[in-house]
Every structure is written in structure tokens, then in C-alpha cells.
């Protein structure tokens, strides 16, 4: 959904992004059993997109518990300079996680604190998704 201000996003359906550099990957790749995340991680590398880019497995890894932990991913600057984006997870009627539910704005916008305030509306929209797609959960 656009927003009212001058600044605005581009639709990023069907193009190719780097798992670990976003907030929907991050959903994607936290929810992986181990073995598959580890094995996807090895094939496609932790590719340095920006400054701001997580590329240390360590690293990652430990962003990927505290998603699981908190329910929701985020991403500061990490695809695009000035760019912050926040994700949930979807769900299927097996509880598996098949999708993701994400906003993104400028980083003078939304702001890290302002993402972690949102996140709940963001969960909540998730967990309807979720729900409409038969998860009980």
C-alpha cells in the first residue's frame, strides 16, 4: 500500500533478493529446519549487500533465534541504504511457515523504534493470514 508521502517504494514482487539481507528472508530462513537452512546458506553465501549486511554465519544465526524468539524479523539497511523493512510469518494448516507478511519505509521514518511498535499490528495481520489459510494455531 502506498503511503501519502513523496518518498515511496517500488514493488518488489517476483524479483530476486538475498535471504539473509531481508526481513521476509530472515522469516524464511529462521523458521528452516537446521540441516536445510545450513545447507541454503552454503549454496547461496552471505553476500555483503551493504555496510550494514549481516554476513557473519555466528551472527546471523543468533538474529535468527531472537526472530523465532519475537515473532517478527527486521532488516535496518541491510538490502538498501535507508531502507528498514519488518516481517511476520505466515502460516500454513500444518504450522509450517510458507510465507511472510512485511512492511518497509525510509529509515527516518520508520524508525527502529517505531518498527518494534508496529510490530504487533504486524503479527496480528500475519496471524489472520495464517488463520484464513486453515492454521489453528
Do not use: C, F
Request: charged share 20%; hydrophobic share 45%.
Amino acid at each position: 500500500v502506498r503511503g501519502p508521502g513523496a518518498v515511496a517504494a517500488q514493488n518488489w514482487v517476483g524479483q530476486l533478493t538475498p535471504l539473509h539481507a531481508t526481513s521476509s528472508g530472515k522469516i524464511l530462513l529462521a523458521y528452516l529446519p537446521a540441516k536445510e537452512r545450513a545447507a541454503l546458506l552454503a549454496a547461496t553465501g552471505l553476500k555483503k549487500v551493504t555496510p550494514r549486511t549481516v554476513t557473519a554465519k555466528t551472527k546471523l544465526e543468533k538474529n535468527l533465534v531472537a526472530v523465532r524468539e519475537s515473532g517478527y524479523a527486521w532488516a535496518l539497511e541491510e538490502l538498501e541504504l535507508g531502507l528498514h523493512a519488518m516481517a511476520a510469518p505466515v502460516r500454513n494448516r500444518d504450522g509450517d511457515v510458507v510465507a511472510a507478511l512485511s512492511a518497509s519505509g525510509p529509515s527516518y521514518r520508520l524508525t527502529t523504534e517505531r518498527l518494534h511498535e508496529l510490530a504487533p499490528l504486524l503479527i496480528k495481520g500475519a496471524d489472520e493470514i495464517s488463520h484464513r489459510m486453515g492454521y489453528l494455531g
